[in-house]
């Protein structure tokens, strides 16, 4: 008997298991801030690629937990400027949160979660 009608022969059946699309996502890259200025209630950020941003980042200020973000928007493709509820100048670093949505790179990538520290 030849086979059953409708029904491939196992030679050329693929293989149900493997699924390389799903087994491999696509890779993003973190996005790295490159340099950050601080003037009265403003903190401007670059970053090292280009980056989107969709409302406002809740990036905290060290020493500062209680002073909101209030407003942000994007200067240029890889610069963003968050200002805050109230003066964060005296500031030497930032906390950024684990995976902020607000902002994000072309490829889906995240600000990197750390402290940033600026250069004195």
């Known amino acids: 008997m030849p086979g059953v009608i409708g029904k491939r022969n196992a030679k050329h059946a693929r293989n149900r298991r493997n699924n390389p699309e ?9 996005v790295l801030i490159t340099g950050m200025t601080i003037i009265g209630t403003i903190v401007t950020l670059t970053f090292d690629q280009v980056v989107m941003l969709t409302g406002t980042p809740q990036f905290r200020v060290k020493n500062y937990q209680n002073i909101p973000a209030i407003s942000a928007r994007q200067l240029s493709p890889d610069t963003v400027e968050i200002t805050y509820a109230g003066s964060v100048s005296g500031v030497a670093s930032m906390n950024i949160g684990f995976r902020d949505p607000a902002i994000r790179s072309a490829t889906g990538g995240y600000v990197t979660s750390n402290v940033y520290s600026i250069a004195a």
């Open 22 to 30: 799903a087994n491999s996502p696509q890779p993003v890259n973190p």
